[in-house]
């Protein structure tokens, strides 16, 4: 470049410039090698020239003005352009020429491996679009993606309709005193009917390549988009080695992130930033797609895992007794007494007789100094903190495996739901001073409860529960933990949790920590390790079935859905393989304006998708979560057409608020359907789905209680209800009501009044038998019922035989119950006595009875709990006597 001047102008943020002109400065460049090179000779002449200058002032304006004009004319820098601008101009050329093609890709990441790894890896921060596990080397998995000419890179452009690809090759450059390997990458999506065809070029650049770890920073730029120059998005792959998995193959861990950087500010940043998240979420769900037909996910590895080979590890003790003990005693306790008592013993061995002393006598040895004495009391409080420890551990040996399910066959044929519990870990301590936890699994109407863990807040469970064949697959399960504290106790919830089976994979589900929610849980960040498997022991024949009960619901013929679109309905809501469709139907979505969808039916879940001019709607609702559907009359604002509302439980749904029309004031969400092309052939589907659901789970709660009590309620009959005589029985509660005996007698009739006052107090589903005489004056009857959540937090149902008889003192009558409860934890343990002693008083033989009600527990075997549960039952069944009889009084006076 000749020697030219140039003007220096001020910044433009700079405003008390007195003067545009900042005066001149005189710039010459020489380019070694290039072809429009400055002589040498021409640079000694410059500087000749510049030494006899003494002033700039002494160079003819003219001059200058034709310099600068020619320069303008050969780079075409603007007059008010900066000297670093003609400068980087110069030098990103010298960069081009020093680039160099790279003759192989091994040679690319031999070149990366021995350069010095860029920075630019800790310092990116996006949002992850893809995250996934392949069972692959890592350095394999790097070449499939960019390697040239690669086959994936092949099938990617066909699946995504890309065409004009032009690929460069890997070239090494100097990039900040650093070497370098990148190439460049242009192509053209084609249209579709939302969008143009759009250029699009990219520039891959390896920040990290030691062999197996590799990370790629692309820049995306898209010109011809909207704003297109305003902005560019940069993404990082990242391959890194995988976890190990049962198999011993080598796994690799694929995480893709994005980033938006904009060039210059917009008013469009907010829509761009969310048209770029949709477009890309979008564009590697298919990347992802066919990457898995050319490497295997590990996920679907873990899934074809054998889950016995699973389980199994569970189901053997992993330490000896020898073992747990040496890892329970070695603690400053234990250790202090043994050094003690070895100490203790030596001097015994080492001392001699003393004489008596004081007030001592042959074999009475008393301190003779406060310092003995302290000793001693030292002694004694060690020696019994480490007694205590050990029986404690002796008992919780002993207890282990006794009050739990454990691991049994599963009875009919469906969904078979095994859930393994392995351990909790931070488990928030508890009010009182020992933490007994256990956990209680629900799903479809069932209930399952782990084993009592002794004192501790990391519990190691070990155990497998299974729960009985369902019908449909189940959606949800509940885990809830609580402390042990009887079975009458208002169980105090340490921490829930809910796992959705259509929100996890298979492989998320076979081991897997979940957090449990609640102010201690989160407190402590309390977590549970479980194991879940959901399988089907029907095969490909539950569609068929499960269509065929359904016809009969709807009265109309129902056909299995194509492979193509149940694949569609799956990857389109992100549900698993096992979710199939049932039917789809053209419908509105009624909010501010009807947005006009489809919405799809299937087993366990109900979706709506739209797509208004590639602003997606999208979610789906458990029915489970549905509390009722109702028909809602034409009317204008549903354009003449009749509307089915769907009312949510209360807090249930909130991932799909953003579709509904209204939230009522105890916090259910509506969502209204309207505009069906057959309404009543929709409407009759959509409600034999949700009524067929809701019966699935009430029927399997019944069946569930039936089966388990059945064999224990033929013995109750047969079983005498005079055992009592062999139980320790204490009074509960004692009264005396100005209430006549016979109309007291009332609450043990079985009329209206007995399942009224039962009901006030607890005891749902009341039912008796009728008196039958079992020996001359006297009666026997069986009454069962459930407790409510108040009563008892397992819901516990009650069998209970009675017997009725003349009292042996005074007039009156003596009421023996003998109740036996079940689906509690330890409730094959013991049983429940209660009698009631009615007499009338002598005193007045009309108007007044007095009441006596004790109560006693049966042992049938030995539990650490017997004092804690006799304890719990003592106090509820005496606070449930009084209600009793103080509601009797109020009801039999109203009646007078």
């Avoid at 197996?212 to 990082?236: M, Q, Y």
Wanted: aromatic share 10%.
């Amino acid at each position: 470049m000749p020697p030219t001047w140039f003007s220096l102008r001020p910044k433009p943020n700079v405003h008390n410039m007195r003067t545009k002109d900042c005066g001149k400065i005189l710039l010459s460049l020489s380019l070694t090698g290039r072809n429009n090179y400055v002589e040498a000779s021409n640079l000694l002449d410059v500087d000749i020239e510049l030494e006899n200058s003494s002033s700039m002032d002494t160079i003819d304006s003219a001059e200058v003005k034709r310099s600068i004009d020619s320069l303008e004319a050969e780079t075409s820098v603007k007059h008010g352009d900066s000297i670093k601008q003609v400068i980087d101009l110069v030098t990103d050329d010298i960069y081009a020429s020093t680039s160099t093609t790279v003759s192989t890709f091994e040679e690319a990441l031999e070149i990366m491996r021995s350069s010095n790894q860029s920075e630019a890896l800790e310092s990116f921060q996006g949002d992850v679009v893809i995250t996934k596990t392949y069972i692959v080397d890592a350095k394999d998995l790097n070449s499939l993606l960019f390697k040239p000419n690669s086959e994936f890179m092949s099938n990617l452009r066909e699946f995504q309709g890309i065409s004009c690809y032009v690929e460069g090759p890997w070239t090494q450059s100097m990039e900040e005193d650093s070497l370098c390997v990148t190439r460049t990458i242009s192509y053209t999506k084609n249209s579709t009917k939302f969008a143009k065809s759009v250029k699009t070029m990219e520039e891959q650049k390896y920040l990290k390549a030691d062999g197996k770890n590799f990370a790629i920073l692309a820049k995306v730029c898209t010109p011809e988009v909207p704003f297109g120059d305003c902005f560019e998005v940069f993404l990082l792959y990242k391959i890194t080695p995988g976890p190990e998995i049962l198999s011993g193959e080598p796994t690799s861990k694929l995480v893709i992130s994005y980033n938006v950087e904009f060039k210059q500010t917009t008013v469009m940043k907010g829509m761009i930033e969310t048209s770029v998240h949709h477009g890309l979420k979008e564009n590697f769900e298919g990347y992802a797609d066919v990457l898995s037909r050319f490497v295997k996910s590990a996920e679907s590895s873990v899934h074809s895992l054998d889950k016995d080979q699973l389980l199994a590890p569970l189901l053997a003790d992993h330490q000896s007794n020898i073992e747990l003990a040496i890892k329970y005693f070695c603690n400053f306790t234990i250790i202090s007494v043994i050094v003690m008592g070895i100490y203790v013993v030596a001097h015994i061995v080492l001392s001699e007789s003393d004489v008596t002393k004081g007030l001592e006598f042959g074999g009475l040895d008393l301190p003779d100094s406060f310092g003995e004495l302290v000793t001693s009391g030292i002694l004694i409080l060690q020696m019994k903190r480490a007694f205590s420890m050990i029986s404690h551990f002796v008992q919780a040996r002993l207890r282990k495996g006794i009050d739990h399910h454990g691991f049994k066959t599963t009875h009919g044929d469906g969904w078979l739901l095994t859930v393994a519990l392995i351990e909790g870990i931070n488990l928030p301590p508890f009010i009182s001073d020992t933490l007994d936890p256990y956990v209680m699994l629900s799903c479809n109407g069932m209930t399952k409860t782990s084993s009592v863990q002794l004192q501790t807040q990391d519990p190691q469970w070990n155990e497998v529960i299974q729960f009985d064949a369902m019908q449909e697959p189940p959606s949800v399960l509940d885990v809830e933990l609580f402390n042990f504290d009887g079975p009458f106790d208002q169980q105090f919830s340490l921490g829930h949790a809910e796992i959705n089976f259509l929100k996890h994979t298979a492989s998320e589900l076979a081991d897997m920590w979940v957090p449990l929610e609640g102010k201690l849980a989160q407190a402590c960040q309390s977590q549970l390790h479980l194991r879940v498997f959901l399988e089907n022991s029907r095969g490909p024949e539950t569609i068929k079935h499960y269509l065929t009960k359904m016809e009969k619901e709807v009265g109309k013929k129902l056909s299995i859905q194509s492979p193509h679109k149940n694949s569609a309905f799956q990857k389109l809501f992100g549900l698993p393989a096992e979710e199939y469709l049932i039917k789809d139907y053209s419908c509105s979505l009624k909010k501010k304006i009807p947005l006009q969808g489809r919405l799809f039916v299937s087993a366990r879940v109900v979706g709506f998708y739209a797509n208004l001019f590639g602003h997606k709607t999208r979610f789906f609702l458990l029915w489970e979560d549905i509390e009722d559907i109702q028909v809602v009359a034409p009317s204008l604002a549903t354009m003449g057409s009749p509307a089915l509302l769907l009312i949510l439980k209360s807090g249930r749904g909130m991932e799909a608020r953003h579709g509904a029309k209204s939230q009522d004031e105890e916090g259910r969400l509506n969502f209204m359907f309207h505009s069906f092309v057959s309404f009543n052939t929709a409407c009759r589907t959509i409600k034999a789905l949700w009524r067929s659901k809701a019966l699935e789970q009430r029927s399997k709660l019944q069946e569930e209680q039936e089966g388990d009590d059945k064999s224990d309620n033929q013995s109750d009959v047969t079983e005498s209800v005079s055992s009592e005589e062999d139980v320790a029985m204490d009074e509960a509660y004692s009264v005396e009501l100005p209430i006549h005996i016979e109309s007291l007698m009332e609450i043990f009739s079985g009329s209206n009044l007995e399942t009224k006052i039962m009901s006030k107090v607890g005891c749902l589903d009341y039912s008796v038998s009728p008196w039958e005489a079992v020996q001359p004056n006297a009666f026997k009857r069986q009454v069962s019922y459930k407790f409510n959540r108040y009563m008892s937090i397992f819901g516990s149902e009650v069998i209970s035989n009675q017997l009725k008889s003349p009292s042996l003192v005074g007039n009156g009558w003596t009421i023996n119950d003998v109740m036996s409860l079940h689906n509690v934890p330890f409730g094959d343990h013991f049983k429940v006595h209660l009698k009631y002693e009615i007499q009338r008083l002598e005193a007045d033989l009309s108007s007044t009875s007095r009441c006596h009600i004790y109560v006693g527990v049966e042992w049938l075997k030995k539990t650490k709990f017997k004092k804690r549960i006799t304890k719990n039952i003592f106090d509820k069944l005496a606070h449930r006597s009084k209600e009793i009889f103080e509601l009797a009084e109020r009801e039999l006076a109203s009646l007078t």
